[in-house]
């Protein structure tokens, strides 16, 4: 098990989680995520680690989209946690660039905070862009100032910082004739792709972060294949970051979307049934109730139970 030592929601369904994990906090490089499952019957979801500390403990950073991203959103600080594996996924490319531009878009922030702080610690200059919708979604805000030699914070409806998108910043920063190195980008797929679009004519160097696309974080599924340069690559093995020029985001958000049906009904059930009232079970239990489960394996977190759900 894995004690919560703090938990605290950061905007509307989005929840900051620290976690006693000492081996993973000592292990883990900026990019890399772990796959949690919250009791033995759960299935296990990818997060990306958002920071880590020198008491062993590790940060997460959760938005409530379906079933168990809003299950998991409902513990709190002194709850435990089943199964925390990592840290699992390729680091991010870390050197010393010049300048470095890193985009955090939405809940993307939290995943894009922990490479702007490894690049900065490398020697970079870096100009970071977070936006949202609105002000109270927000996150990070005083965390990514404190890592960066600037910061732009643009929202849709001009509630905080210049009303617009991330792209707009990005675009408008290239026309000034701030030299651009290298651009990270972290956020919704279509953030990402108009993102590779403004740069991509300016042939500067971009990276983006699959993570929304990844399932079980293994593989196996194959729910995370994607398209990077004409090949067939798995986000959660391959990646989680790849050159955007290179990936086909049509695939993409092709990919991004097979499991909607899914995930609506998954979620539909959850709130008919919340976790103190609901028996949770594996898909293959739920097909065929005679396996039952597995004797002495609830240890075994390296073997994935999954469903269709993308978290």
Not at 40 to 55: F, M, N, V, Y
Not at 233 to 247: K, L, S, T, Y
Request: with cysteine; proline share 6%.
């Amino acid at each position: 098990m894995f004690p919560i030592v703090e938990a605290r929601f950061l905007a509307p369904d989005v929840k900051l989680f620290r976690i006693q994990a000492p081996r993973i906090a000592r292990k883990r490089r900026a990019g890399q995520f772990v796959i949690i499952r919250i009791d033995e019957h759960g299935e296990r979801i990818p997060l990306t680690i958002a920071d880590s500390d020198q008491d062993g403990n590790i940060t997460i950073i959760v938005q409530g989209v379906g079933k168990t991203t809003r299950w998991l959103n409902t513990l709190e600080s002194g709850d435990a946690i089943r199964d925390v594996v990592g840290p699992l996924g390729e680091p991010s490319e870390v050197e010393s660039f010049g300048t470095v531009v890193v985009i955090g878009g939405g809940v993307g922030t939290a995943i894009a905070y922990p490479t702007a702080v490894a690049m900065k610690q490398a020697g970079n200059r870096v100009i970071s862009i977070i936006g949202a919708r609105d002000h109270e979604r927000l996150i990070l805000q005083d965390a990514m100032q404190q890592t960066s030699d600037q910061l732009h914070v643009m929202t849709d409806d001009g509630s905080a910082g210049t009303q617009g998108f991330v792209t707009d910043a990005l675009d408008q920063m290239i026309q000034s004739g701030v030299v651009v190195d290298r651009v990270l980008a972290i956020g919704p797929v279509p953030m990402m792709r108009a993102v590779s679009a403004v740069t991509k004519p300016h042939q500067i160097p971009t990276i983006v972060s699959l993570n929304p696309i990844m399932v079980d974080g293994t593989g196996m599924c194959g729910g995370c294949r994607v398209l990077v340069g004409g090949r067939a690559r798995f986000a959660c093995v391959d990646g989680p970051e790849f050159d955007a020029h290179e990936v086909d985001f049509d695939v993409l958000m092709k990919r991004n979307n097979l499991y909607r049906d899914q995930e609506a009904e998954a979620l539909r059930e959850f709130d008919e049934h919340p976790p103190e009232s609901v028996t949770r079970s594996c898909q293959l239990q739920h097909h065929h109730p005679e396996v039952g489960p597995r004797s002495g394996d609830d240890s075994r977190s390296d073997v994935p139970v999954t469903s269709p759900e993308n978290s």
